[in-house]
């Protein structure tokens, strides 16, 4: 009789174990599946915003109208600039230097916004200006593209 409990013991350890193993496994693989997939959703998302950025990057394409000082001697200077692409941007600073001197003046812009054929003049006022011949003028965009131009004071 000792005998016959020993197997009936064995036998529902072995399906009890089983059972608690399945269980583990299916818990397990289950977590990893819902894991994996919102991690692939949140990647993707990145991924097409990333492209998208890219792709709006290649597209801008804005001029310089017109790059003058303002009086004389030279103690402003009006930036006009022009978008001759598809889609809006948005100017996010002028920065207005000469190599010589390593002068520097940049000017952030809070309301740059650029629709499709349209300009923006932007005036810069810095009484420096008319110590210098030769200023250079980059233009920069909230997406990173630089234009840059000479302006004879």
Partial sequence: MNLKQARCRRALATVVTSAIMMAAVSTLGGAGVVWS???LNSQQ????????????????????????CDADPCDSIVVVLTN???????????????????FSKTTLISKGSVMSDKSIAI????????????????????????????IHT
């Fill in 45 to 68: 998302m990145e991924m097409t915003d990333t492209v998208s950025n890219y792709v709006n990057k290649i597209n801008e394409s804005f001029v310089f109208e017109y790059v003058y």
């Fill in 84 to 102: 001759v692409g598809d889609i809006g941007f948005n100017i996010s600073e002028i920065n207005i230097t000469d190599k010589i001197s390593g």
């Fill in 123 to 150: 005036v810069i006022d810095d009484p420096s200006f008319q110590s210098y011949d030769v200023l250079d003028v980059v233009a920069k965009t909230n997406r990173g593209n630089l234009l840059q131009t000479q």
């Fill in 37 to 39: 997939q919102s991690s």
